[in-house]
C-alpha cells in the first residue's frame, strides 16, 4: 500500500512550525494512544530539536490501559514528560499546563527575580492529523475556538490562544511526512482515521483489522461478531468470506472491510492499542 502523500499545506504547515518554535518555550507532542509511535511524525525530532517537550498521549479512552502505562514509562525513559488524556471527556488535562510549569520553572524563577510578575509559558500544539490538537487546546483555554473534526486536516492554520495570563498555546495544522516507508504505519493510521479514507485501500486496511483482532482481542472480536470456535478456526481470508456472508454483503469482501474499519473507530472491539514499546526504537528516519 504505497501512500504518497503530502498535499501543500502540510509542506507549509512545517515550515511554520520551525519558525514558530523560536517564540515557544514548551512542545506539546500530541500522539494518539492507540498508536503512540505510527502517529509521531518522524520528522518532529529534527524539526524540535532540544526544546522542553511533553508527550501527550490523547484518546486515552480508546486505547488498551495496560499498554498506555507502558508508553508512559517509554516515553519518560527517553527523558520526556509524557501523560496520557482523554480530552474529549476532558480528562486529566489540567496536568499539561503543571508539567509546561514543572519544565519551565527556572526561565520563569529567572523571569521573576528581574521583576516580571506574571513570566509567561509559550506551548505550542504539534502533531499529525486527527490526533485531538485542536480538542485538547479547547478543553485547555476552556472555550470552543479551534475548529475540530472527526476526518484528517481540520485545522489549515496556526492560531495563539489564550488559556491565562501566564499559559498561551499555539494551535498548528497536523503534519504527515512525504511517505510512508513502511506499510504497516499506513495500515495503522488508516484504522485509526488519521489519514484521508480517499488514500488508502480498504481490503487491505480492513484485513489488517480483522487479522489484528482475532489475535490480540480475541474475545472481544468474537463477541461483537456473533463467532464460534469453528469461525475462528477459520484462515483470515476464509473468515473474512465468512463475515461478508454473515453480514449481507454477500460476496462483496470490500463492504466488509470497511464494516470492521468502520467497527474498529467506534470501539466495537473495545479498547486497543495496535503497538507496543519493545518493538520500536527512537531513531530518527525521514
Ligand atoms: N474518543 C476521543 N476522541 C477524541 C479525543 N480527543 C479528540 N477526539 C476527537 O478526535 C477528532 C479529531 O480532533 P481534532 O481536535 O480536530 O484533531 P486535530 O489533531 O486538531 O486534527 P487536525 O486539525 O486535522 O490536524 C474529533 O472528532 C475529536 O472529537 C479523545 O481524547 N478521545
Ligand atoms: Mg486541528
Not at 21 to 37: C, G, H, N, S
Not at 119 to 130: E, H, K, L, Y
Not at 209 to 224: D, I, K, S
Not at 243 to 261: P, S, V
Amino acid at each position: 500500500m504505497a501512500i504518497n502523500w503530502f498535499p501543500g499545506h502540510m509542506a507549509k504547515a512545517r515550515n511554520q512550525v520551525q519558525e514558530k518554535l523560536k517564540q515557544v518555550d514548551v512542545v506539546l507532542e500530541i500522539v494518539d494512544a492507540r498508536t503512540p509511535e505510527a502517529s509521531r511524525n518522524p520528522m518532529m525530532n529534527q524539526i524540535v530539536g532540544q526544546k522542553p517537550r511533553i508527550m501527550v498521549l490523547n484518546k486515552q479512552d480508546l486505547a488498551d490501559p495496560e499498554i498506555t502505562k507502558e508508553w508512559v514509562a517509554y516515553y519518560k525513559g527517553l527523558g520526556y514528560e509524557a501523560i496520557a488524556i482523554d480530552a474529549q471527556h476532558a480528562k486529566r488535562l489540567n496536568q499539561i499546563p503543571q508539567l509546561a510549569k514543572k519544565l519551565m520553572a527556572a526561565k520563569i524563577a529567572k523571569q521573576k527575580a528581574r521583576g516580571i510578575k506574571n513570566p509567561a509559558i509559550r506551548a505550542m500544539c504539534i502533531g499529525i492529523p486527527n490526533v485531538g490538537k485542536s480538542t485538547i487546546l479547547n478543553r485547555l483555554i476552556k472555550k470552543n475556538v479551534a475548529v475540530t473534526g472527526n476526518r484528517p486536516g481540520v485545522t489549515k492554520n496556526q492560531q495563539w490562544l489564550k488559556a491565562d495570563e501566564s499559559f498561551f498555546l499555539l494551535d498548528t495544522p497536523g503534519i504527515l511526512w512525504p511517505k510512508f516507508e513502511d506499510e504497516l504505519i499506513g495500515k495503522k493510521l488508516a484504522l485509526t482515521g488519521a489519514i484521508a479514507d480517499s488514500v488508502y485501500q480498504e481490503d487491505i486496511v480492513g484485513m489488517y483489522g480483522l487479522q489484528f483482532f482475532r489475535e490480540n482481542y480475541t474475545e472481544n472480536f468474537r463477541r461483537a461478531y456473533g463467532l464460534n470456535a469453528d469461525d475462528l478456526a477459520l484462515s483470515d481470508a476464509d473468515l473474512m468470506v465468512h463475515l461478508a456472508k454473515k453480514n449481507g454483503f454477500a460476496d462483496n469482501y470490500n463492504r466488509m472491510a470497511e464494516r470492521i474499519i468502520f467497527d474498529a473507530r467506534q470501539g466495537k472491539f473495545g479498547r486497543y492499542t495496535l503497538e507496543k514499546p519493545e518493538a520500536t526504537d527512537d531513531t530518527d528516519t525521514e
